[in-house]
């Protein structure tokens, strides 16, 4: 995608998102649109931190077992981006925003992204320092063990070398 359609899109966004917000102020008066989109901007920003925490705590759990916290990650940066969109004025990006942040209509669609996807993420090694795993899920469980593989751990293709010398 290069940057004229990347351009466009924005434009295009930003252009459709002005004529809804006049259309809304048309039909409930400027005021109203304007404390209605501070509320949700309020609101976005109490449900970041609340459901933020909570994947955050998930996460953590989730590591501390030894288990890939997939679930968590992408959950995580569906988060940060319905926050983002419920600070930034418009009723489509609160729209997009709320269904980010709210935890039944996020948990399903991260389970699609991982499901579709390839998870990524780092982990720690034996002795300190991280690695970098990269593995595809494919079938119909997506949280499911890779065939082969019962100990818990996910093969890493590639190199880690330790940077602390000691």
């Known amino acids: 995608m290069g940057f004229g359609?990347?351009?466009?899109?924005?434009?295009?966004?930003?252009?459709?998102?002005?004529?809804?917000?006049?259309?809304?102020?048309?039909?409930?008066?400027?005021?109203?649109?304007?404390?209605?989109?501070?509320?949700?901007?309020?609101?976005?920003?109490?449900?970041?931190?609340?459901?933020?925490?909570?994947?955050?705590?998930?996460?953590?759990?989730?590591?501390?077992?030894?288990?890939?916290?997939?679930?968590?990650?992408?959950?995580?940066?569906?988060?940060?981006?319905?926050?983002?969109?419920l600070i930034t004025p418009g009723f489509i990006t609160d729209a997009v925003g709320f269904a980010l942040l709210l935890p039944g209509s996020r948990r399903a669609m991260a389970r699609k992204v991982i499901e579709k996807g390839t998870l990524q993420g780092f982990t720690t090694m034996q002795g300190g320092g991280f690695t970098y795993s990269s593995y595809t899920r494919q079938g119909p469980n997506p949280f499911q063990q890779p065939p082969g593989r019962d100990d818990?751990?996910?093969?890493?293709?590639?190199e880690a070398h330790r940077t602390d010398e000691r």
């Open 5 to 85: 359609r990347i351009f466009f899109f924005i434009f295009a966004f930003a252009l459709l998102e002005v004529l809804v917000l006049a259309k809304v102020a048309g039909l409930i008066g400027w005021p109203i649109t304007i404390i209605a989109t501070v509320v949700t901007a309020l609101l976005g920003s109490y449900l970041f931190r609340r459901q933020g925490l909570e994947t955050w705590v998930r996460l953590n759990q989730r590591m501390q077992q030894g288990d890939m916290p997939g679930q968590e990650m992408v959950e995580g940066i569906m988060l940060l981006l319905g926050g983002a969109l």
């Open 152 to 158: 818990g751990n996910v093969t890493i293709e590639g």
